[in-house]
C-alpha cells in the first residue's frame, strides 16, 4: 500500500471513530439541552462527516 493510500485510510478510520461518538450524543440529554440552532448545526455536521466518510469509503475502495 502506497503512503497515500494509508493516509486515507488513517482518515476515514479517524472521521469514522468521531461520527460513532456524535451520532449518539445527538440523542442525549445534553444535546437536548442545548439551543435549537447548536443542535441543528451538529445533526448538519454528523451529516456531512458521513457523506465525506461515504466518499473516503469510495477512494479506498478504487484503490488498485
Same mark, same amino acid.
Given at each position: 500500500?502506497?503512503? #497515500?493510500?494509508?493516509?486515507?485510510?488513517?482518515?476515514?478510520?479517524?472521521?469514522?471513530?468521531?461520527?460513532?461518538?456524535?451520532?449518539?450524543?445527538?440523542?442525549?440529554?445534553?444535546? #437536548?439541552?442545548?439551543?435549537?440552532?447548536?443542535?441543528?448545526?451538529?445533526?448538519?455536521?454528523?451529516?456531512?462527516?458521513?457523506?465525506?466518510?461515504?466518499?473516503?469509503?469510495?477512494?479506498?475502495?478504487?484503490?488498485?
Amino acid at each position: 500500500m502506497k503512503p #497515500h493510500q494509508q493516509r486515507v485510510i488513517d482518515e476515514k478510520a479517524d472521521l469514522d471513530a468521531k461520527l460513532a461518538n456524535l451520532t449518539p450524543f445527538l440523542s442525549s440529554d445534553t444535546c #437536548h439541552g442545548l439551543p435549537f440552532a447548536e443542535r441543528s448545526r451538529l445533526k448538519q455536521q454528523s451529516e456531512v462527516m458521513a457523506e465525506y466518510s461515504r466518499i473516503l469509503g469510495e477512494r479506498i475502495a478504487a484503490f488498485d
